[in-house]
Antibody, heavy 116, light 106 residues
Framework: QVQLQQSGAELVKPGSSVKISCKAS????????MHWIKQQPGNGLEWIGW????????KYNQKFNGKATLTADKSSSTAYMQLSSLTSEDSAVYFC?????????WGQGVMVTVSS | VQMTQSPSYLAASPGESVSISCKAS??????LAWYQEKPGKANKLLIH???TLQSGTPSRFSGSGSGTDFTLTIRSLESEDFAVYYC?????????FGSGTKLEIK
């Protein structure tokens, strides 16, 4: 069965970077886009972008250009998202989700807290 | 495309039927999905293409609409249906979501 296992919660300092992961299993990792989505209380869900692990192609929501960098490791079937120059506005839960014309499978989410 | 979802909160009793509205700021054809969010569980795709039930979605769920106006209806509510529901358009980038509807037990 398809599973997306995300890494654990992160507590990071303002101005730093963080890299979170999403390990896929149960399907051919290189055949589906992997998307990332941000959820803040009161702000709903925001789409960040996607990566196609088959060739590394990416597309970002313009709002997250320069903030998020998406990569993927085919050998471990793991997608990554690095968030840089972190501020309190980046404190949120981040989801990975497989795309098959819709988000058909989601990870459990990773809480990132930016605090000094 | 801005997605306006209403109501943001809904209280109902098991056995009742409820409807959730999702309005797009421009036509999105039928490129709309509905998701269910429950604590401690991965978000679940319920409906895609406006009205097509995802495999495994109970038949008491239904979706309707096209263009700008969409509705999710849940008939004969069961205890497991009390959750948060989101609509999402995938007609154009950036992909966007509604603000969510929290369905609680009355």
């Amino acid at each position: 069965q398809v599973q997306l296992q995300q890494s654990g919660a992160e507590l990071v300092k303002p101005g730093s970077s963080v890299k979170i992961s999403c390990k896929a299993s149960g399907y051919t990792f290189t055949s589906y886009d992997m998307h990332w989505i941000k959820q803040q209380p009161g702000n709903g869900l925001e789409w960040i972008g996607w990566i196609y692990p088959g060739n590394g192609n990416t597309k970002y929501n313009q709002k997250f250009n320069g903030k998020a960098t998406l990569t993927a490791d085919k050998s471990s079937s793991t997608a990554y998202m690095q968030l840089s120059s972190l501020t309190s506005e980046d404190s949120a839960v981040y989801f990975c989700a497989r795309w098959d014309y819709t988000f058909d499978y989601w990870g459990q989410g990773v809480m990132v807290t930016v605090s000094s | 495309v801005q997605m306006t979802q209403s109501p943001s909160y809904l209280a109902a009793s098991p056995g009742e039927s409820v409807s959730i509205s999702c309005k797009a700021s421009k036509s999105i054809s039928n490129n709309l999905a509905w998701y269910q969010e429950k604590p401690g569980k991965a978000n679940k795709l319920l409906i895609h293409s406006g009205s097509t039930l995802q495999s495994g979605t109970p038949s008491r769920f239904s979706g309707s609409g096209s263009g700008t106006d969409f509705t999710l209806t849940i008939r004969s509510l069961e205890s497991e249906d009390f959750a948060v529901y989101y609509c999402q358009q995938y007609n154009e980038y950036p992909l966007t979501f509604g603000s969510g509807t929290k369905l609680e037990i009355k």
